[in-house]
């Protein structure tokens, strides 16, 4: 069931060779209460990680999603709760231009949020794109490594693919936790975190907001209740970490049909 406010859960039957994780579904009224609700978590969240291990492994998502995010948690209030110096920041893909690109994932995670707090230059690890995706892929898979991250963060495309990861792609199964891809639509050259990394990470979080991608997440959802899931944002399951889907009221009204 898919309830307004904080916390809603649904059990969803397992698609993979280990235990399925009970995602946890929160709808919000809009896309401003959700902006906020998102921030304040991924905040407590953080915060809760550094106090708990001494730092957090944050990867961050590109998209039109998670920019009012990222401004939201550069504010004050949330900003100042957070040991920025103890947070290392990844992202889940990257397109294959140079930093200062206007379409670069990085560049839009600057702007909107680290360039306006204490985070250390060091700790930021971004996706090289401008050395072609075979070149990038290699370099970040060395410096992503074989630790889990703790919090990622994902958003959803209206044709279901998730980071870099689109429908179709004959590699989504790979070993590697870091891979090229190719989008639909230009740039078409990526960098892209696997579905081995994302299903290995500790919490992820997978923003979906405004109906041109509602029907969309109707139909992941009904894959993962099927037990076949084909898309990429419906082969989201993590080992043993946690999901959460954050999404608005213009997406819920889709699910209301499917009685999660």
Known sequence: M????????????????????????RCHADVSALVDAVARIIAERIAQRIRERGSCRLALAGGGTPRPIYERLAQADLAGTIDWARVQVFWGDERCVGPDNETSNYRMAYTALLAHVPVT???????????????AARRYAKTLGDQPLDLL?????SDGHTASLFPGAPDLATAE???????????????????????GA?????????????????????????GEPTLPAARVQPRSGLLYWLIDATVA????????
């Open 177 to 199: 936790r870091v891979i090229p891809t190719r989008s639909p639509v230009a740039p078409v050259d990526r960098v892209s975190i696997s579905l081995r990394a994302i299903n």
């Open 121 to 135: 230059e060091t700790n930021v690890h971004r996706i090289e794109g401008e050395r072609g995706p075979a070149a």
């Open 202 to 226: 500790r919490e992820v979080y997978l923003l979906v907001s405004g109906a041109d991608k509602a029907e969309r997440l109707a139909e992941v959802l009904q894959q993962i209740e099927s």
């Open 2 to 25: 898919i309830e307004n406010g904080a916390r809603s859960e649904r059990v969803i039957a397992s698609t993979t060779t280990w235990p399925m994780v009970e995602p946890d579904i």
């Open 253 to 260: 009204q889709y699910l209301a049909p499917l009685k999660l």
């Open 153 to 157: 963060l994902l958003g959803m495309g």
